[in-house]
């Protein structure tokens, strides 16, 4: 079984070849488009990932923030909810700098498309 990826597929519409008239070209392109280095790849990715961190990073918050408000008191939930809270605090610095650094080196070797 042969599985061939198509990035491109050209096809005629118009009047059959022996008519005499021209017929018009139309391209579909593929998904893949303008994927030429790993650098493309990688932005591609990241691009999937970032918004990604975000939704679960408001999702532990969240979490963290019904231990607390459910704790009643209790010092177990309420040091659960507060280390919830400051791992998504930790994990959002660290989720912007790594933008900012991914930015600035693709900036600096020239893959990007500027700081930020």
Do not use: C
């Amino acid at each position: 079984m042969n599985k061939i990826l198509a990035q491109s597929l050209n096809f005629q519409v118009g009047p059959p070849p022996a008519s005499g008239t021209p017929a018009q070209t139309v391209a579909i392109e593929g998904p893949l488009k303008g994927i030429n280095s790993l650098a493309d790849i990688v932005t591609i990715i990241m691009s999937f990932l970032y918004p990604f961190a975000g939704v679960i990073l408001l999702f532990v918050f969240i979490w963290g923030g019904y231990d607390l408000l459910t704790s009643h008191g209790e010092p177990e939930k309420l040091n659960s909810g507060r280390a919830k809270i400051t791992s998504g605090i930790i994990g959002f610095v660290l989720l912007a700098i790594s933008y900012v650094l991914a930015r600035v080196l693709g900036f600096i070797f020239g893959v990007g498309d500027g700081i930020l």
